[in-house]
């Protein structure tokens, strides 16, 4: 049998063309291939190279500043206490308890004078004569303090009885007259009222002793001896306390007992809690030596009992 020819599809060479070297058909076969390969590799392979190398630059530029970077400093307790102890050293310091009550009560305080007359019983009026003279001269110093916007006053009434003219000295300044509108002799009270208001009048905020305790911090505030204003502080020693005049004059009972220091001046002045709250009118300083001195004793009146003879009891 006989076999069939095969045939080849390619363009057959044409005759005057000449086969290619050894050397050009290796060359012919490499560098084409080769380099199709290449750029279909690069091809599939682009993005994932792109993110490789960036993160090979982003971890170099992390090693880079890390190794710039300071090395971290190490506190020890020692460093602790001293930045603790700085700044508790500059901190604004707390205002005291007494600072706060005083602050509290101040606008409320008043000293209470009497004028004192000429020769002729009248008293000579501000201006009159050389300097110095015809000015009104101020005697029988104590303590006063406003309870109500109209200017009424809480004081003493030995702080007030028996003088003709009465007058207040706000903690403002303003000089006023006032006279006696009320009076409670055997508690020792009496009731003022001011002509002459400052535009800022603040009376005091009054406080019940029903809560008021033994150990309690309170302030006495007043012009001991004419020196103030001037704030004491001390504590409640005892209630419900007792004091008979040097005089035998008068019983005094249902007193609170303080330890704030007081003397002559302070009487009529309020006797204040920790929160600025008047709680009773001092009104007596016992000594045995029957000195006008303070040794540790003092009595207020409860202001329950100083508002009765107001006549218009909070509580």
């Known amino acids: 049998m006989s076999r069939r020819p095969l045939y080849s599809r390619s363009r057959p060479r044409p005759p005057d063309d000449p086969l290619p070297s050894a050397a050009e058909a290796e060359e012919a076969d490499s560098e084409p291939g080769l380099r199709s390969r290449l750029g279909a590799f690069l091809g599939r392979h682009e993005r994932p190279a792109l993110l490789v190398g960036g993160a090979g630059i982003a971890l170099a530029a992390v090693l880079l500043f890390s190794a710039l970077q300071p090395e971290p400093l190490q506190l020890t307790q020692r ?24 602050r509290m009560i101040a606008p409320s305080l008043v000293r209470v004078q009497q004028l004192d007359e000429d020769e002729d019983g009248e008293a000579p009026s501000p201006g009159e004569g050389a300097e110095g003279e015809g000015v009104p001269r101020t005697t029988g110093l104590g303590t006063g303090v406003v309870v109500e916007e109209d200017g009424t006053i809480l004081t003493n009434l030995h702080v007030v009885a028996g003088i003709d003219r009465i007058q207040v000295v706000f903690m403002d300044g303003t000089v006023s007259p006032a006279h006696i509108i009320g009076a409670q002799p055997e508690q020792d009270l009496a009731v003022i009222q001011a002509e002459l208001l400052p535009d800022d009048l603040m009376p005091a905020t009054l406080r019940s002793t029903r809560d008021l305790r033994v150990g309690d911090r309170v302030i006495a505030a007043g ?93």
């Open 223 to 315: 012009f001991p001896f004419g020196i103030g204003p001037t704030v004491t502080s001390g504590v409640v020693s005892g209630m419900r306390r007792e004091f008979r005049s040097p005089e035998g004059e008068r019983l005094l009972s249902n007193l609170i007992q303080f330890d704030a220091a007081a003397n002559p001046g302070n009487s009529g002045g309020p006797l204040v809690t920790e929160d600025g709250h008047v709680v009773g009118i001092v009104t007596a300083i016992l000594n045995p030596n029957n000195q006008r001195v303070f040794v540790g004793i003092g009595f207020a009146v409860p202001i329950e009992t100083a508002m009765e003879a107001v006549g218009s009891n909070p509580f």
């Open 79 to 102: 460093d602790i206490d001293r930045a603790v102890l700085h700044t508790l050293e500059n901190q604004p310091r707390a205002p005291s308890v007494e600072s706060e009550a005083w």
